[in-house]
């Protein structure tokens, strides 16, 4: 090499003598010859290097073949976003790297002779020592490693101290796959390199007892900055070591706070790339393993740009999107009005504010996410509308004041009926716009001047009486309100500008700005017709009159215990308004609620100011104990009607029956097994996801409709995460189904959801309610309000007629992330293969205690195929749509003890248009295909027996 670099010197200085003597020469040619020439010498040392690293590696892996060593790790070296390499640590040997390299290099690979040793093998032909025999690739005495060099462009090979010899010229162009490895394929069980020869050497692939764990594999931080990440190690014992490597800049210690548990201090270098922690552990004898922590470039950012509130108290969420820990803050000055209910921290994405009425002129804030070093990361301006009116007395010298919730009435309040055009305060200046009372209160129906009217309320929500000094209020006919003996009852609703409807048998009572009166309509009003406005009357003493929130609980009841769930049952009285929400929270720490640290269930919203509400409570762990308490927010009355808290029961405690089985922690998942909340169901796939500590899923998230919660799962894969959507029946929140949805894609890997005739009724449920799915980003989900476009329409995964018996759970089919584009002509149309699997599928509903599981999904080709829809947004378009069916049976204790299988894996093209049935696979060769592993509950010995055959249900 050095020999070459002096020949280009000599020549370089000789072209530089004629350019002194003549001044005309142009060098640049020169000049870029040499700096090619420098560009490929850099090239071929970075190949030598890395074969020599591969040749080390080679040996290792056939010491381990002859020393019957298993491979514990393998994790991949990538260069942006590309593999470029492994390392690959062992049970008992030293961790190892390869290069996937680019450069021509000399065809080593190793080959096992006909007595069963492996020896090195060179473009075709066996290597030969110096006397001639071929040499050994294993370790041992006589076991040698080839070492490479390049010099004077050519390669030259020698093993061990002995002589170099000249191979072919080194060359720096050349395909992936020239080198050393061409291919490193990872198994469940074993992991294949394949050589560029076409040599494979198989290792079995083994998860050890060792294992550390993470908060998070993925952490975001900032250029420059330090944080700690902690980790825990399973298996750990005294002896255990913990060694990190970083590189790139990085700066990485450990520090360890026990033999099992202890913290990564890590720095990131300013400017940064994102980049990632080796991790190394071992037992201190035979037993090493390696992960790796990335670590990527924090980032925030909110859904909406500016939060527009109105003049109403209330609450709002607030959607944002992190890969760092925060914290939320208002500006103290504004506490008094705008207050976070919840601090959330990394990860968590929906933020929950509440806000109080506001009773003068607009006013505006800001919410702040900081970083851990104080740092604002986000702000989001928050703007509250003035409010619609001045509380001022409309007629009279008492003080009233407007009311705008129905939890603010109650049996005895004086009130007064007010109308304006919206927008417009209601004051004294508008004495028509009042109900009033007198001699003559209408002649033909026009409203005379008077006094206004004080009503007393009598009766319950829903069931008022109007009463006067003259009698009740009454409708009679479409237009006369009048009073008399016999009382009407009107039930009173607000929306939420606080405008009221008046409602009886007759119609609706509003104010005719025309011929100003007050009248009762049986048709909606016209531009011309306002709502009621309902002031209440204060008493003279006006400051701190009324009541602060407040409730009396009875004791909280657990019945119905079983394995896996219970009813929670509560009783109240003396509430100061009908609570707005009401409901449960459980933990399994006794500590859980100190710590903030549990989960909830809301119970179906009350409507008396005392009274039981009721919750049935699924996918408990069975032989554990809960720690229970109620939970009602409730508003006070009067000068206090702005304020609400949330007010919390005693704590009881309970423990669930066992299965049979030794009970699990929710935070170790089993191998193979999914043991989070809803992820335990028998058709759910496995995934490894990221729970925080202390809780089954990740976050909630509420869904239009009662009772309807979304639960999400946070996965290890940047850009997915897995949904459960449930719906309210009765008294109980019901499971519709669980799916894998990839952010690129813009669609579910997967989707998996039970089958019973419970679901399925006539069809006269479809809701064609088309939308955004609530649980997803919605910057995430394609706009399919109409269809895709390009000859693709929208596939359900989940087909709307397996949910027509229940409105709600037909809805939550309509989400967008429910759907994939599928061949509008040769798939997912009448009498092609989809649309024929999903009859069928309706067609094999079990009954009695049999169960139907499914799994739905699509794979893609490579690269992937996407198209743009008619709304622009980018969809990946599968190449295969398949289908899996598990049907099991159950005995009366609820144990399964039979179970059978078959998939459908079809093309999403023109062959779809052939019979679904020529489609039929085993689930194993369509979890080969996937990559997933399917009905990950099932007992492993029903599971495999039906996933490995073809029975047609």
């Not at 290069?99 to 080593?108: E, M, N, V």
């Not at 090195?120 to 030969?128: I, K, R, T, V």
């Not at 005495?141 to 080194?170: C, H, M, N, Q, S």
Request: contains cysteine.
């Amino acid at each position: 090499m050095k020999s070459e670099m002096r020949r280009w010197f000599l020549l370089l200085c000789a072209v530089l003598g004629l350019v002194a003597c003549s001044g005309q020469f142009d060098d640049s040619e020169i000049q870029q010859q040499l700096q090619d020439h420098e560009n490929r010498i850099a090239q071929l040392e970075k190949a030598c290097k890395e074969m020599n690293t591969n040749l080390t590696a080679l040996q290792a892996f056939v010491d381990a073949l002859q020393k019957e060593d298993v491979v514990t790790g393998i994790v991949p070296i990538k260069q942006e976003e590309e593999i470029v390499g492994y390392t690959v640590t062992f049970l008992k040997g030293e961790p190892v790297t390869i290069h996937l390299g680019t450069a021509h290099t000399p065809q080593i690979s190793v080959k096992k002779d006909t007595d069963g040793t492996y020896y090195w093998y060179l473009d075709g032909n066996w290597l030969l020592d110096e006397e001639g025999h071929k040499v050994k690739a294993q370790g041992g005495e006589d076991g040698l490693t080839p070492e490479l060099k390049i010099e004077g462009g050519f390669w030259y090979v020698r093993y061990g101290a002995g002589e170099w010899t000249k191979l072919g010229a080194a060359t720096a162009e050349g395909n992936a796959g020239d080198s050393l490895f061409k291919e490193v394929q990872i198994g469940t069980d074993e992991v294949t390199f394949v050589l560029a020869d076409g040599e494979t050497l198989v290792l079995p692939l083994k998860n050890v007892r060792l294992v550390i764990h993470f908060a998070d594999q993925t952490v975001g931080i900032l250029p420059g900055q330090t944080l700690k990440v902690d980790y825990t190690i399973e298996g750990a014992a005294e002896g255990t070591l913990v060694k990190a490597l970083a590189q790139n800049g990085w700066k990485v210690k450990v520090h360890p706070t026990s033999f099992d548990a202890g913290e990564l201090v890590v720095t990131a270098p300013d400017p940064m790339e994102n980049d990632e922690i080796l991790v190394f552990v071992s037992d201190g004898r035979s037993c090493t393993i390696m992960t790796a922590v990335d670590f990527v470039k924090g980032t925030v950012r909110s859904a909406v740009e500016k939060m527009e509130l109105t003049a109403a108290a209330g609450t709002f969420s607030l959607t944002v999107e992190s890969n760092l820990e925060y914290v939320v803050e208002v500006p103290e000055a504004d506490q008094i009005w705008l207050q976070p209910l919840m601090t959330k921290s990394m990860k968590e994405e929906v933020l929950n504010f509440s806000y109080q009425e506001n009773k003068g002129a607009a006013r505006s804030s800001q919410i702040v996410l900081k970083n851990v070093k104080g740092e604002v990361m986000l702000t989001v301006p928050v703007a509250q509308k003035a409010a619609s009116e001045t509380p001022v007395p409309p007629v009279g010298e008492k003080k009233w004041t407007r009311v705008i919730r129905e939890s603010d009435l109650m049996a005895g309040d004086v009130i007064r009926l007010a109308c304006s055009p919206k927008g417009k305060v209601c004051s004294a200046q508008l004495e028509r716009g009042h109900f009033v009372s007198a001699d003559a209160v209408f002649s033909g129906n026009q409203m005379e001047d008077g006094e206004a009217l004080d009503l007393t309320l009598e009766g319950t929500p829903g069931a008022w009486v109007l009463a006067t000094a003259q009698g009740k209020l009454v409708a009679n006919g479409v237009k006369d309100v009048v009073y008399g003996e016999n009382p009407t009852l009107w039930k009173i609703q607000f929306e939420e500008d606080g405008a009221a409807d008046l409602r009886c048998n007759y119609g609706c009572m509003m104010y005719n700005s025309s011929a100003p009166r007050f009248t009762v309509y049986n048709t909606g009003a016209s531009n011309q017709m306002h709502k009621v406005e309902i002031y209440k009357k204060i008493e003279d003493a006006v400051i701190g009159n009324g009541q602060h929130p407040e409730i009396q609980f009875g004791k909280t009841t657990v019945a119905e215990v079983a394995k896996d769930g219970a009813r929670f049952s509560q009783q109240y009285n003396q509430a100061s308004t009908v609570p707005e929400k009401v409901g449960f929270h459980f933990t399994t720490d006794p500590d859980g609620f100190n710590k903030n640290v549990f989960d909830y269930v809301e119970a179906p919203k009350v409507q008396n100011q005392a009274g039981e509400f009721s919750q049935f409570v699924s996918s408990l762990k069975p032989n554990t104990t809960y720690y229970v308490r109620a939970y009602a927010k409730v508003y006070g009355t009067g000068d206090f009607s702005a304020e609400n808290k949330t007010l919390l029961s005693s704590v009881v405690s309970f423990k669930t029956l066992s299965d049979g089985s030794q009970p699990v922690d929710p935070q170790v998942p089993q191998e193979g097994k999914n043991i989070h909340g809803h992820l335990t169901n028998y058709e759910i796939p496995y995934a490894e996801v990221n729970i925080p500590a202390g809780h089954q899923y990740s976050s909630t998230v509420s869904e239009r409709g009662g009772g309807s919660n979304a639960y999400i799962y946070e996965t290890q894969a940047e850009g997915q995460r897995i949904v459960t959507h449930t719906f309210q029946k009765g008294n109980d929140v019901c499971r519709n189904y669980t799916f894998l949805y990839d952010y690129e894609k813009k669609l579910p890997l997967w989707l998996a959801y039970h089958m019973n005739r419970g679901y399925c009724g006539s069809g006269g449920n479809r809701t064609n309610a088309w939308g955004y799915d609530p649980a997803v980003p919605q910057q995430h989900q394609p706009n399919l309000s109409s269809s895709y476009g390009s000859g693709y329409n929208r596939g359900h995964m989940l087909a709307s007629h397996a949910r027509s018996a229940i409105t709600e759970a037909n809805r939550q089919a309509f989400y967008y992330t429910n759907m994939t584009p599928q061949d509008e002509r040769n798939l997912n149309t009448g009498g092609c293969s989809w649309n024929e699997l999903e009859d069928h599928e309706m067609s094999i509903l079990p009954s009695g205690r049999d169960t139907l599981y499914v799994v739905t999904g699509c794979t893609f080709d490579t690269p992937v195929k996407y198209i743009t829809s008619k709304k622009g947004d980018r969809c990946a378009v599968p190449k295969e749509c398949y289908k899996c069916f598990m049907m099991c049976s159950f005995d009366t204790n609820g144990k399964m003890i039979s179970a059978k299988g078959i998939g459908y894996l079809m093309p999403n093209n023109k062959d779809g248009r052939n019979p679904y049935s020529q489609f039929a696979r085993t689930i194993d060769e369509i979890e080969a295909i996937t990559g997933f592993n399917f009905f990950a509950n099932v007992p492993d010995d029903l599971q495999n027996a039906a996933e490995s055959k073809k029975t047609v249900l």
